[in-house]
């Protein structure tokens, strides 16, 4: 209960609550015009058509109108609890952003992850297809392709000018996921679609899209690859304030790097007692998890079977959750599951449902190729992607538009906060006994040592620190690490060490944020005695919406039941 918040006031000038409501309304909806992808990703209806222009140009207008809201906000005076967080939460993103572009960090640090190629690729996930009007939008943005890339190219042309460039590592990367999008990706999305081919100008438009692909391929692979950086790591100095930007926690590096070591070593060693229950001691980590995969216990052949599998584990987890430990609101205890479109990194995802709730939740799973898969170690994955890991907290922040302004519920995403959760989640179901099944138990306590694995080569590549041999910490020695004793497979080991090289500081957030969660719990536990409700910790803790880690202990601090 919100007992400090009062939820009946609104500005008559306005028709919002205050000024501040008002100011996070228009700036959501000026990103939508200026972004016509995150228009569609909000569920902004009259841009599904068209794509961002991604040249300095176009981003250095964005920039300014960031800080036109950053003076009109930070004049702005508060008229309640409610306000005095949503004003703060603002401000610390729209500065956090306006560092990253100021440095150019924002141009020249991508990776397979998080790029424009992704992005684009990965709209079209969200559009509505059906109709004359859905796939007229759909021909319409796969016209667009060839521009937008086009103005992507521009920016690493004026980053080269400057001296500034990124790893080559990150560049080829993205060229491999244009070879894919371009080698039958786009086609195969027109045929998906239109499979009886009553709409001819959406076809030629797939291989329009898939020619600009290989062309920015060949040119990033000819071109700006032999001119890129050497080195994969970006260095301390760079480093640091991405982990600020994802965390919203002011770190010491060192001393995380070495709780995320001990962290390992007791997670490792419960794996071995996990290995114990089904028969498997005395063999490596590595030995165990295959024999696990190879099993047929907990074995799923076919997507489709698959697909049938999330939905009902999640809708059990909802059933089961529902009314004890969290208050789930009807609108959103539906959350989908579909299989990743081809060239998508192999971690599985979840996207949020729009504003409006027409869309909903949907969790994403990468099948890499396979057509078997195993549940023993998609299980707590499950419960971190939908619920009660990122759907009932994305999906809670968006619902509640008494409490949180239009920019926390859509644009002010943390990653320690929202990777924290979902981790922490993970940990509440293996509290609650969800992995009593020693295979599943297991499975996630790989996904643990998964994420203070992170910790260790993340921070341990990109700032220079020795790995466990007394070399300084590269691509393979984070893959054997990731392989050995976080028992992921090889393919996903070599995108995971992709992915933390391209997008430094984030891979940190998780353990870090989970850290952070389940310390404000038990600080809720210790001062309030019996008086402590887990339900409304949770609903409190969610409602509360998304910040820093570092202003969330603070806020969760004066929590009083």
């Not at 040119?219 to 304030?241: C, I, N, Q, T």
């Not at 850290?515 to 309030?528: C, F, I, N």
Request: charged residues 25%; hydrophobic residues 40%.
């Amino acid at each position: 209960m919100f007992t400090f918040w009062h939820l009946d006031y609104a500005d008559p000038m306005t028709n919002h609550r205050s000024e501040i409501f008002a100011i996070s309304d228009e700036y959501i909806d000026a990103l939508g015009r200026m972004s016509p992808s995150a228009a569609t990703f909000l569920g902004i209806p009259g841009y599904d058509h068209l794509l961002d222009d991604f040249s300095v140009a176009a981003e250095t207008k964005v920039a300014n109108y960031r800080r036109e809201v950053l003076t009109r906000v930070k004049a702005m005076e508060p008229i309640d609890e409610i306000d005095r967080i949503a004003k703060e939460v603002l401000i610390e993103r729209v500065e956090a952003s306006l560092q990253l572009f100021d440095s150019k960090e924002a141009f020249i640090t991508y990776g397979p992850i998080a790029n424009p190629v992704s992005g684009i690729r990965s709209i079209f996930t969200l559009m509505n297809t059906e109709g004359d009007e859905g796939v007229a939008n759909v021909t319409s943005r796969l016209n667009a392709i060839g521009g937008a890339l086009d103005s992507w190219k521009s920016t690493l042309e004026d980053m080269h000018a400057l001296g500034k460039g990124t790893a080559r590592r990150q560049v080829l990367g993205v060229a491999s996921q244009l070879e894919v999008h371009g080698g039958g990706g786009y086609a195969d999305m027109a045929r998906s679609i239109d499979p009886e081919g009553k709409y001819p100008d959406l076809h030629l438009a797939a291989q329009n899209a898939e020619a600009a692909c290989l062309s920015m391929a060949a040119w990033m692979k000819d071109v700006h690859a032999p001119r890129s950086l050497d080195v994969d790591a970006v260095g301390a100095e760079r480093y640091a304030p991405w982990a600020r930007y994802f965390t919203g926690a002011n770190l010491d590096l060192r001393a995380t790097y070495e709780w995320g070591v001990e962290d390992l070593k007791q997670i490792n060693e419960r794996m071995y007692r996990a290995a114990a229950k089904l028969g498997l001691e005395g063999k490596s980590l590595k030995e165990v998890a295959d024999i696990v995969e190879e099993s047929q216990l907990h074995s799923i052949e076919g997507e489709a079977n698959l697909l049938e599998k999330l939905k009902s584990f999640t809708q059990e987890a909802v059933d089961r959750l529902d009314g004890v430990y969290f208050d789930i609101d009807p609108r959103i205890r539906f959350c989908d599951a579909r299989i990743a479109p081809e060239g998508s990194a192999a971690a599985p995802y979840y996207m949020p449902p729009s504003e409006d709730l027409s869309r909903p939740g949907t969790t994403w799973y990468p099948t890499l190729g396979h057509t078997r898969f195993n549940f023993w170690h998609i299980a707590s994955t499950w419960y971190h992607e939908a619920v009660p890991g990122h759907h009932l907290q994305v999906a809670t922040s968006t619902i509640e538009k008494d409490r949180l302004t239009r920019f926390q519920r859509t644009e002010a995403w943390i990653s320690g906060y929202g990777e924290g959760w979902a981790l922490y989640a993970e940990r509440f179901m293996d509290e609650l006994g969800a992995f009593e099944d020693p295979a599943y138990e297991l499975g996630f306590l790989s996904g643990q040592a998964l994420r203070a694995a992170r910790i260790i080569v993340d921070i341990g590549m990109h700032c220079g620190y020795e790995d466990f041999d007394g070399n300084v910490w590269n691509a393979q020695s984070a893959f054997d690490l990731l392989v050995n004793r976080a028992l992921l497979a090889e393919d996903f080991a070599r995108s995971e060490v992709d992915r933390y090289l391209g997008w430094p500081g984030q891979a940190i957030s998780y353990k870090v944020g989970e850290r952070v969660w389940v310390r404000t719990r038990e600080d809720a536990k210790k001062r309030l005695g019996e008086k402590f409700d887990i339900k409304a910790w949770h609903n409190y803790a969610l409602k509360i919406g998304p910040m820093g880690l570092d202003p969330f202990e603070r806020e969760m601090a004066t929590y009083k039941g």
